[in-house]
């Protein structure tokens, strides 16, 4: 039943998404909003609700988690093609903009952003949405495949605060998990949905960070832009591991994703 409901709900949003003129907001694949008592909201696993369970998982105290609970796909399907979505993440930027907005920064060009990518700057909905939503073991030769379509939509609320931050004269970074034999795929699906600049574009060298945890490679790559002058003022991740270890910035900001972990 829910696969019937996700298949609508994905022509429903595609439809949607086709027939918006590009002055109009680009509403994309979160065009829905779910009714109340749609089923989902009393789903529990292991005797707490999916609820529970999601705001643990963002809370960062359920971690190391492999899959999203078979019993809550429901639930994170309603979620993230609902409203609901979209509403946390806009939470989240309109809070990094009231920030950005009150700093005092020197004018000398030296003032970055940074930004992940996947679930953070474009999303993979459509993907998650064919694979369980986070229910499936992740697959990284078969979630290639589809980053490699350079497909991907530009996640909304994100893409807003993107555009302020570049009027308020910050520079943008984006540093990914992607590993770099995908550098140009990213870069011309992020051109396409509108991100049209960037000061740089990091993507995994996995000569260089092999099989290290993204803290550790993230890390490493913040620090390489700290020591070379520049002042990270923010930091968007939709991972907590985007957010921790060191050089992670003057504030962090965490979007939603009940899809995944990434340590
Ligand atoms: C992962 O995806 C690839 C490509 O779709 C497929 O050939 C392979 O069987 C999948 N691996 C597993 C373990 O499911
Ligand atoms: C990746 O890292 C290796 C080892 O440090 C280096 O030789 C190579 O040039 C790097 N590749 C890119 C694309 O920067």
């Known amino acids: 039943m829910m696969k019937t409901l996700v298949a609508f709900l994905l022509v429903a949003s595609i ?7 590009a002055d109009e907001e680009p509403y994309q694949i979160f065009p829905l909003r779910l009714k109340p008592g749609s089923g989902s909201e009393g789903a529990t696993v292991q005797g707490i609700t999916c609820a529970s369970w999601r705001l643990a998982v963002e809370a960062h105290n359920i971690i190391e988690w492999k899959t999203v609970p078979a019993e809550c796909e ?7 093609l609902g409203q ?10 309109r809070e990094a903009y009231f920030y950005a907005r009150s700093l005092a920064l020197p004018k000398d060009g030296r003032n970055i952003w940074i930004f992940d990518i996947d679930e953070t700057t474009l999303s993979n909905l459509p993907y998650y949405a064919q694979n369980g939503f986070g229910v499936q073991p992740s697959n990284s030769t078969k979630f290639y495949e589809w980053v490699d379509k350079g497909e991907a ?19 943008i970074v984006f540093l990914t998990g992607r590993d770099d034999t995908h550098t140009e795929v990213t870069a011309s699906n992020l051109k396409k949905v509108g991100y049209h600049t960037w000061h740089k574009l990091i993507l995994k060298n ?4 092999g099989r290290s945890t993204a803290v550790v490679y993230k890390s490493a790559e913040r620090e390489k832009l700290v020591k070379s002058g520049y002042r990270i003022v ?30």
């Open 234 to 263: 923010g930091n968007t991740g939709d991972q907590w591991s985007d957010i921790l270890g060191s050089y992670t910035g003057r504030r962090t900001f965490k979007l939603p994703d009940p899809l995944y972990y990434l340590s």
């Open 15 to 21: 439809i949607a998404a086709t027939s918006h003129g």
């Open 84 to 93: 609901h979505y979209r509403d946390d993440s806009k939470a989240v930027n």
């Open 74 to 80: 429901n639930y994170v399907g309603n979620y993230m």
């Open 206 to 209: 996995t000569t260089e960070y």
């Open 153 to 171: 939509p530009a996640l909304p609320e994100t893409q807003k605060l993107y555009n302020k931050l570049l009027n308020l004269g910050i520079k």
